[in-house]
């Protein structure tokens, strides 16, 4: 190891205890991110670690509230459709340089942009002329995003939303272009990335970790106790526990399955298990055969699985049996009543077995079919246990493929070689057109399932452009009802957060989008840990 790099870890332990730059947090974070690039996230992995590098227009605090971020104050007019933002005095990028309202709205406009091919521009559609800038109909100076002057920007809306939930998302953080001309793709590297969040980036090794720095220009740094964070990757749920148990760790990504009651008596008020908007679901591809025209395969696959025993003997932490879409608890939202939630499992079971049947197919002449998910203990577990159903219940023939995450991905997205594959939705703000959005449309990035459903599009449609309401609910209700008629997808559980927190650390809250920015988190007074050794596990 260079001297240097040795040097970096071992300073901070000859510190004395309590020293600004004994204090390290480390903190796992599941697969290895797809990007730094906050206009081109789309997964939990990244948007952890935007958070840390850029502040949005607003911001959140420990408990997911909205608070003033990048600006300190905003107005919003009587129709909902003209907000004005006002930002700070102090703003500047991590290096230096002054942050003013018009490199906000050259950001705005680089996100929506076609070349830019953001796969969360959906959710900033409602400002003006969003739709015609990110289909090229329109140039990007048509957005309607404008600098009224150096400290005030102007947002207009086409239609009246809540738009303060949106601009917590990555794609509403500004990115430092100059280095974008300079660097292209490279602008996320370490030398390269200039942010303006409470963190600076100053290491990323790929499938080992990514390491901030805290960031002296940033307008709060002074309340942000943690001098540096690392975020590991931790594939491996059962791996990440035993890091946390080595002292390895100090804040797990997730809990591997294990029956509830043992991790409580291990590990006390260190668990924290909390409500979550998220949903997992496995997705069917609707694009190719033997699922494309065989609605009543895909019904039976719904049917066949028993999801009472996954969610208590293979997962086992709270969560909930899905047989729907959108989470319970998503604001503004009826869970619908779906009748073969209702049945007993011996006619459920005989109800998927003459489906089946209706299918095509016998214990004699079965489907093969291929099961793919992303490395990861939880998964890996689902997926053999889905695998045993169907071949039980149906006599189905099913590979299981594991993919590391990046190549899951690409592969889910291309709609070429999936059949049946690990899906699900973390929620980004609490709406429930957040779930469904991501079926709409064949061309959306997010439609991994390539359901078509003309109908269905324009019920999500009308109700984006209501305000929360019967209206808007009643339409929500339709569009999910079409979906899972179709059995595009099958339903599994709707999650709970849940992460081992080291005892000394403080500032750890539960919320429903589980983000827990590193700013907010500090040690307990005289208990820093000094950095942990290189020579662990990394």
């Known amino acids: 190891m260079p001297a240097a790099r040795l040097a970096r870890y071992l300073l901070p332990a000859l510190l004395l205890p309590g020293a600004a730059l004994a204090q390290e ?55 909902g459709l003209t907000w004005r933002f006002r930002l700070r005095a102090d703003l500047h990028w991590s290096d230096g340089q002054p942050l003013d309202a018009a490199q906000f709205v050259a950001s705005f406009r680089r996100a929506l942009a076609p070349q830019t091919a953001a796969p969360m521009a959906a959710l900033l559609r409602p400002i003006a002329n969003a739709t015609a800038v990110g289909a090229g109909t329109l140039p990007t100076e048509a957005l309607g995003v404008s600098a009224i002057d150096a400290r005030t920007l102007q947002i207009v809306l086409d239609e009246p939303v809540a738009l303060t939930d949106r601009l917590l998302l990555p794609i509403a953080f500004p990115v430092y272009l100059p280095a974008v001309t300079t660097f292209g793709a490279q602008h996320t590297r370490p030398g390269n990335l200039v942010g303006n969040g409470a963190y600076a980036l100053s290491d990323w090794t790929p499938q080992a970790s990514v390491e901030l720095t805290r960031n002296a220009q940033f307008h709060g740094a002074a309340d942000v106790a943690i001098e540096r964070v690392r975020f590991v990757v931790t ?235 019967d209206e808007r609910r009643d339409l929500v209700a339709a569009a999910e009802a079409r979906l899972l008629a179709a059995n595009a997808v099958v339903p599994i559980y709707f999650y709970t957060s849940k992460h081992l927190v080291d005892a000394r650390l403080r500032g750890f809250e539960a919320n429903p989008l589980d983000h827990h920015a590193s700013r907010w988190l500090r040690w307990a007074t005289g208990t820093p840990p000094a950095s942990i050794s290189p020579g662990m596990p990394r």
């Not at 002292?247 to 260190?270: I, S």
């Not at 695998?387 to 594991?402: D, E, Y």
Request: aromatic content about 8%; proline content about 7%.
């Open 235 to 469: 594939e491996d749920a059962a791996s990440e526990l035993k890091r946390f148990q080595a002292g390895d760790l100090h804040l797990t990504e997730t809990v591997p399955p294990k029956p509830l009651a043992q991790l409580r008596a291990a590990f006390g008020e260190r668990l924290h298990i909390g409500p979550y908007l998220g949903s997992f679901w496995l997705g069917l591809n609707l694009t190719r055969p033997p699922l494309r025209d065989n609605p009543a395969l895909r019904e039976a696959l719904v049917l066949a699985i028993d999801r009472d025993i996954l969610t208590r003997y293979v997962t086992g932490l709270g969560e909930q049996p899905a047989w729907s879409i959108v989470p319970p608890g998503t604001r503004d939202h009826v869970v619908p009543d779906v009748a073969a939630a209702r049945l007993a499992r011996e006619p459920r079971e005989a109800q998927a077995r003459e489906r089946y049947a209706a299918a095509g197919y016998t214990r004699e002449t079965p489907v093969v079919l291929e099961l793919r998910y992303n490395t990861s203990t939880v998964h890996r577990k689902l997926a053999l246990a889905v695998a045993s159903m169907w071949r039980q219940v149906l006599g189905a023939r099913v590979v299981l493929r594991n993919e590391e995450w990046k190549v899951f991905v690409q592969n889910r997205r291309a709609r070429v070689i999936t059949q049946v594959f690990r899906g699900g939705w973390i929620a980004d703000v609490n709406d429930p057109l957040e779930f469904l959005a991501t079926f709409a449309g064949t061309d959306n990035p997010l439609n991994t399932t390539g359901y078509a459903d003309a109908q269905f599009d324009d019920l999500l449609r009308r109700a984006a452009a209501l305000p929360a309401g």
């Open 25 to 79: 947090l480390v903190r796992g974070n599941g697969p290895e991110p797809s990007t730094l690039d906050p206009h081109r996230c789309q997964e939990v992995a990244c948007g952890n670690i935007l958070r840390d590098l850029y502040e949005g227009l607003v911001t959140e605090d420990a408990a997911g509230a909205v608070i003033p971020g990048a600006a300190e104050s905003w107005t919003r007019s009587d129709d």
